[in-house]
């Protein structure tokens, strides 16, 4: 179930970008990129990511990666810097 909330949210990113240049609404992706990081929390407060069960890990690893990947890019074009850990 938080898996699948994140999935949806990490699968809007393109039409938020798309709405942003359309409408040139930085903000936009701001907003989204905080929500992204909201519903990131909950996943990984409810998700076991590294589970003892290899394929669950896999998945779960798979969909943080893309996580982080998708808040680079929005940091990146909103000229925010990111640290590589925290």
Do not use: W
């Not at 992706?29 to 896999?58: C, P, Q």
């Not at 798979?62 to 000229?79: E, N, P």
């Amino acid at each position: 179930p938080t898996s699948r909330v994140l999935l949806v949210h990490i699968a809007e990113f393109p039409d938020v970008l798309k709405k942003c240049s359309e409408e040139l609404s930085p903000h936009a992706l701001t907003h989204y990129l905080k929500e992204l990081a909201a519903v990131f929390h909950g996943f990984y407060n409810a998700e076991r990511v590294l589970s003892d069960d290899s394929i669950m890990r896999s998945i779960r690893m798979r969909i943080v990666m893309t996580t982080q990947q998708v808040l680079r890019t929005g940091f990146k074009i909103l000229g925010i810097s990111a640290p590589k850990q925290m």
